[in-house]
Structure formats: C-alpha cells, structure tokens
T-cell receptor
Framework: NAGVTQTPKFQVLKTGQSMTLQCAQD?????MSWYRQDPGMGLRLIHY???????DQGEVPNGYNVSRSTTEDFPLRLLSAAPSQTSVYFC??????????FGSGTRLTVV | AQSVAQPEDQVNVAEGNPLTVKCTYS??????LFWYVQYPNRGLQFLLK??????LVKGSYGFEAEFNKSQTSFHLKKPSALVSDSALYFC???????????????FGQGTTLQVKP
C-alpha cells in the first residue's frame, strides 16, 4: 500500500513548456485534489474530482488542466508554464472527504 | 464563502509549556474541521478532525482541539510542547453547499510553531 504517489519530486521548466504532474493512489479513494503551496498563502485548491470522469475547478484553476479517467490516477497538466506557476504542488485523496491523505509533493520551478 | 483563518503566522513556545494554535472558521451549516501538520520538505499529515459530538477532539502525537460553536473557533492545543512539534500547522474546513458535500477542503494560511528547548 503506497498511499498517494507523486512524480516527479522536482522539475525545472522553461517558460512556455508544458508538462504533466502525475498523481496515483492505491487506496480506492473517490475524492482527489490538487493544491499548490506558496509562502504565506497556505494551500490553494487547483482542481478536484469526486470520482472517475468527474472533475471541477478549485480556487486557482487557470493554466492547469486535469482529467480523471480512472479511480487511481489524477494527472495535472500545465499547458504553457509561467514563472507564476513556480510552487510546490500536492496531490491528495480521500475515501469520504472526511480525511485526506497527501502525497509528498512536486517542487516546480519555472524559469 | 466558506473560509478558515489562522490569525498567527508564528507561535513560539518553550518546551514543556502548553501550546495553542488558533483557528476560526466561517461556514454555512455544520462545520467539518481538520488540523494538519507539515514537517519541512514533507507532505501534510492528518492530526485530527471534528465532525460531530464532543467539543474536545483528541488526535495524533498528543494534540487535541477544542470546537467552540459560539466563537466559531477550532483551536489546536497540546498540554506540554516538544521541540519535535516544531512544524507548520494548517487548519481546514470541508466545504458544504446546499447540494451537500463538495469534497473540497479549504485551508487556512498556516501557522509556524517554534518550540524552543
């Protein structure tokens, strides 16, 4: 039981490049979310999903896309990276949304 | 809009002293409240939650939290702080709308707890 696995752990992108942050969970959780963490801003919700095939926008969705084709995977796509997207990204999952399990994070730098 | 506020950016306490990390909330309906801890370069770890029932909730690592409906607060407490408790603490509330549970967790800005020997 690996929990929530995020890859990569670190990434440097050039402005305008695209990439996908991977998130996988093996707990059969229906609820999954992506957050970004910036100093002094706490965690802000980017996108979330309440089950396979269902996604919705959070607080800061611009510049990011998600899809949920399976229960296990919830990838986050950066369409055209910008320096403002430099952040630490966390994926989280929950069985019933009463308690979320977080991944260890992806530290992204856009130059 | 539903929200959570953590009024203190940092809390400093001496080892062995009691600690309190403050959290206030604004929600419609019954609140579902959570505390998470983040150690350096790590993801968030669940500490405790309030769903219903007793106002004093006990969680991991000796932490507890007191739910106060009249003051809309959910302060995190520990009777005797340890240096190893030094970390970033987040309060969160689960969003609920007229349609029910959205599954979204809304976080406060976080409070850095520094416990000095």
């Amino acid at each position: 039981n690996a929990g929530v696995t995020q890859t990569p752990k670190f990434q440097v992108l050039k402005t305008g490049q695209s990439m996908t942050l991977q998130c996988a969970q093996d707990m059969n959780h229906e609820y999954m979310s992506w957050y970004r963490q910036d100093p002094g801003m706490g965690l802000r919700l980017i996108h979330y999903s309440v089950g396979a095939g269902i996604t919705d926008q959070g607080e800061v969705p611009n510049g990011y896309n998600v899809s949920r084709s399976t229960t296990e995977d919830f990838p986050l796509r950066l369409l055209s990276a910008a320096p403002s997207q430099t952040s630490v990204y966390f994926c989280a999952s929950s069985y019933d949304s009463y308690g979320y399990t977080f991944g260890s994070g992806t530290r992204l730098t856009v130059v | 809009a539903q929200s959570v506020a953590q009024p203190e950016d940092q809390v400093n306490v001496a080892e062995g002293n009691p600690l309190t990390v403050k959290c206030t909330y604004s929600v419609s309906g019954n609140p579902y409240l959570f505390w998470y801890v983040q150690y350096p370069n790590r993801g968030l770890q669940f500490l405790l939650k309030y769903i219903t029932g007793d106002n004093l909730v006990k969680g991991s690592y000796g932490f507890e939290a007191e739910f106060n409906k009249s003051q809309t607060s959910f302060h995190l407490k520990k009777p005797s702080a340890l240096v190893s408790d030094s970390a970033l603490y987040f309060c969160a509330v689960r969003e609920t709308t007229r349609s029910g549970n959205t599954g979204k967790l809304i976080f406060g800005q976080g409070t850095t707890l520094q416990v000095k020997p």
